[in-house]
């Protein structure tokens, strides 16, 4: 099995989009007067995360899942990578694409960059996923694994480093869809220009920029979108309290945890993570 093998059926384009200078990589699919869905991946990832998703939402939406600014394929600007920046870039992207609103599907860093614009632009975010989203709180050890973990991944030439790193996002490891995505993201992470920029792309894992750039609860509380919070009960990287309190934080948002899953429910639990999606969708349409 390929995780293209996914995408089977799917009238899709591997495009690059200019957006402020820097040419975007983007998997789009699903009819062009179709709402717009974008899906933001997490930390030093990359659009792939979500190729278990595209086909069930691009049978109503436009889909977008794209490689968000300094990750995988995407153009590298050299200065720290800091939420108003990974914002600004999103914008772009929308303005690219015609967009005027969007959903907006973030996954760990995509739901920190998707919330930041929900709350800043309320006017083009139609709804909220928010898939283990990080961003509300300074945990050192979390930090810290995540910047040991990435850079042996990045700069050593033994493929087992990238394979333990993306062993984190999942509770139980799918031996064929793990191995293809170890492989994908060994090819990203020991591209050269990758490299340069990784110390950028971490740069939200050091205390004080993270401090900065932190999601509080007055923010939160500004988001106006539909929003529906999504955690794995097996998340090593953020506890089921976190989300409640991420929940309790946006006016209106809903709470669903999925068993024995990790870092990734929408890839891990695809099966149960897109009729939710969809059903959540289709409400958010109707409200808007």
Request: with cysteine.
């Amino acid at each position: 099995m390929s995780i293209w093998t996914e995408l089977i059926g799917v009238d899709y384009r591997h495009a690059y989009v200019e957006t402020g200078g820097f040419p975007t990589r983007a998997l789009q699919a699903g009819p062009e007067d179709g709402e717009h869905v974008v899906f933001l991946h997490g930390t030093t990832g990359h659009l792939e995360a979500f190729v278990r998703n595209i086909p069930a939402h691009a049978e109503r939406y436009r889909c977008h899942a794209v490689d968000m600014l300094g990750h995988g394929y995407t153009g590298k600007p050299d200065r720290p990578g800091e939420i108003p920046a990974y914002v600004e870039h999103l914008m772009s992207y929308l303005d690219a694409v015609g967009a005027e609103r969007a959903h907006l599907v973030g996954e760990s860093l995509g739901g920190w960059v998707a919330s930041w614009a929900a709350s800043e632009y309320p006017d083009r975010v139609a709804s909220l996923q928010l898939l283990c989203m990080g961003g509300t709180k300074v945990n050192p050890a979390v930090m810290e694994r995540l910047k040991t973990s990435t850079r042996a991944a990045a700069l050593e030439d033994d493929v087992s480093f990238t394979r333990d790193r993306l062993r984190l996002l999942w509770a139980e490891w799918d031996e064929d869809l793990g191995d293809e995505l170890t492989q994908v993201r060994y090819g990203i992470y020991h591209h050269p220009d990758f490299q340069h920029n990784l110390h950028n792309l971490l740069a939200l894992q050091e205390p004080e920029a993270r401090e900065r750039n932190l999601l509080r609860p007055d923010r939160m509380a500004r988001i106006k979108a539909p929003t529906l919070v999504v955690w794995g009960n097996k998340n090593p990287l953020g506890d089921v309290p976190e989300a409640e309190a991420i929940a309790a934080a946006i006016p209106g948002a809903r709470l669903e945890v999925f068993p024995e899953c990790g870092h990734w429910p929408q890839h891990e639990k695809a099966d149960l993570y897109n009729p939710l999606s969809l059903a959540f969708l289709a409400t958010a349409s109707t409200a808007g």
